[in-house]
């Protein structure tokens, strides 16, 4: 380790288990890559120019829309690097259900062609929790015995611990491709060399070595040039990952599975392209201008966002104070400009596209409630990219708790989320969307409906949180609980449609799946009872 590396790492070692945080310490994180190939001083030319959504990836950016452990369950996670010649950084975060309060993050490190798992469960003090056995290098190292337990510094304070812990047992999940780690052997003295980085992750006998100085050196200090971040062994991003997910019931012995929605930066010619890269230090540094790398309007400057907002995007009441300290863990995150330099403007524009990605102007789906087969259906109604737009201030009465940014750009009815159409409930501490004038249609599965009008056939009641789940009837096929509703229906079973208003019409950023869960009251001695059915929302995008 060279001395001025040396000396970074004491430093920043130094502020994360002190927690001195030092406003301006830390360099920006997002580089634009030059080069027509990846080398020790070049990380490889930023050729994308945009994104595309894949429903089951591969991708750049990937989004498990739920997760839970209420009532004994848990949640399954699978990342699979499918390229065959380049590691990857992942950084990988977990969101409350509630508003999108980050719990937990950290880096996970694929070898080439590698595959990570990891579960969640609850804690004995009732947080969520990450535990796994896979030898694949995570950053921080997790512990094989006893699991990570979720945070809850970002909740807010005055809750009871139960209600805190709680929030912690559902949310929602990002992971994102910050720097490929090339097994080329062009490193070193003679350029002959793998990278440590390279060396470090690969798995030798099926266990990667994961060697803590090298890592540290990697993940906790700043790589502010392109030279240094590719000496270290990175480059550019390209992708290449992909997700599944399943939440297992193991007392109710029922599993729901699902694919990580993908999102692939992509060149001018829509083949998959090299991103920026975007590894910033695990550590708890404070970020200077974090509007630069983020749209999260909680973390920006004063006076960058808004507590209200027009459809249009015009913002006023401007914010006095930052609502959220941003810290280099909390980034990249799914705004962080990714083939666009780093910039307030940039932040939001990235936000936008990916918000107008997954917007559709109408959710419509199957459910049942049928008694003789204890049918129960839960709808997820999660909207991971509103985060982006508007926050959930603890630190203000609920009149003033919205603070809101401006994404995607200003313009004609341009913003999915604002002033108008959301609102609080106070006593969740809960950013909700309105459906006042939205249809909602409902029918039996023969195409009946009570009245030729088609007038509304479910009870209306604002979606609260980010992850939310909407019951069918009077029990919850998730237990959930921390942005859940009870829907009435007009039918023991059959379909419903969502159509959003026609203020909005790009629709809203929804995705999710029907979960319907029955019994087989006739089951024998030994055979299974209990089935678990996952119907993806129709929609249109």
């Known amino acids: 380790m060279n001395k001025n590396r040396c000396h970074h790492l004491v430093l920043h070692t130094a502020m994360l288990l002190g927690g001195v945080f030092l406003a301006g310490s830390n360099h920006a994180a997002v580089l634009q890559g030059t080069g027509t190939a990846p080398s020790k001083t070049q990380l490889g030319a930023t050729d994308a120019v945009g994104y595309k959504m894949s429903e089951s990836g591969p991708g750049h950016a990937l989004i498990v829309p739920y997760y839970t452990v209420q009532n004994g369950q848990a949640t399954v996670l699978h990342l699979v690097n499918a390229d065959a010649n380049n590691g990857k950084a992942v950084k990988l975060r977990f969101r409350g259900a509630g508003n999108g309060d980050n719990l937990l993050s950290l880096y996970v490190l694929l070898a080439p062609r590698d595959v990570w798992t ?25 512990n094989s015995v006893s699991g990570q337990p979720f945070g809850t510094t970002r909740l807010k304070a ?14 929602y999940v990002e992971a994102i491709v910050a720097a490929d780690i090339p097994s080329a052997a062009v490193y070193g003295a003679a350029s002959n060399a793998r990278s440590a980085l390279h060396t470090t992750i690969k798995h030798v006998d099926g266990v990667a070595p994961c060697a803590t100085a090298v890592l540290d050196e990697m993940f906790l200090i700043d790589q502010d040039t392109e030279a240094l971040a ?15 997910w399943y939440v297992l019931d193991v007392r109710g012995t029922t599993t729901f599975s699902g694919a990580a929605t993908a999102f692939r930066a992509v060149n001018a010619q829509g083949n998959t392209a090299r991103g920026n890269y975007v590894v910033f230090p695990q550590n708890g540094v404070g970020v200077a201008q974090p509007e630069r790398f983020t749209a999260d309007p909680l973390m920006a400057s004063a006076g960058v966002a808004g507590r209200i907002k027009d459809a249009d995007g015009n913002l006023s009441n401007p914010t006095s104070t930052i609502a959220v300290r941003a810290l280099s863990h909390d980034l990249p995150d799914l705004s962080t400009p990714y083939y666009l330099p780093a910039s307030a403007a940039n932040a939001r524009t990235t936000a936008g596209e990916l918000t107008k990605l997954l917007a559709t102007p109408e959710v419509r789906n199957q459910y049942a409630t049928e008694a003789s087969i204890s049918a129960q259906t ?30 995607p750009a ?3 009815n341009s913003q999915f989320f604002d002033s108008d ?20 249609f409902g029918f039996s599965r023969d195409g009946e409906s009570p009245d030729t009008a088609l007038t509304t056939l479910v009870t209306i009641v604002p979606v609260c949180g980010v992850a939310h789940v909407m019951s069918f009837g009077s029990q919850s096929v998730f237990s959930a609980n921390v942005a859940q509703r009870q829907t009435a229906v007009a039918y023991v079973n059959g379909w419903a449609s969502f159509r959003y208003s026609s203020q909005r019409p790009s629709g809203l950023p929804v995705l999710g799946a029907a979960f319907i869960k029955v019994t087989n009251p006739s089951a024998s001695a030994g055979v299974a009872a209990n089935y678990g059915i996952t119907w993806p929302h129709g929609s249109e995008r």
């Open 421 to 440: 159409n959301t609102m609080v409930d106070g006593n969740r501490d809960q950013v909700c969307q309105l459906y006042s004038s939205n249809q909602h």
């Open 410 to 412: 200003a313009g004609s």
């Open 378 to 407: 839960d709808w997820l109604m999660s909207m991971p990219l509103r985060r982006y737009s508007v926050g959930y201030d603890y630190n203000q009465t609920a009149a003033l708790a919205r603070v809101f940014s401006v994404v």
């Open 118 to 142: 990891a579960t969640l469960t609850m804690a004995a003090d009732g947080r969520a929790q990450l535990s796994t056995a896979d030898p694949s290098c995570t950053y921080p190292k997790l």
């Open 158 to 171: 005055t809750w009871t611990a139960p209600v805190q812990v709680n929030a912690t047992r559902e949310g």
């Open 230 to 244: 590719a000496d270290w062994g990175f480059a550019t991003p390209t992708g290449n990952i992909s997700g599944s």
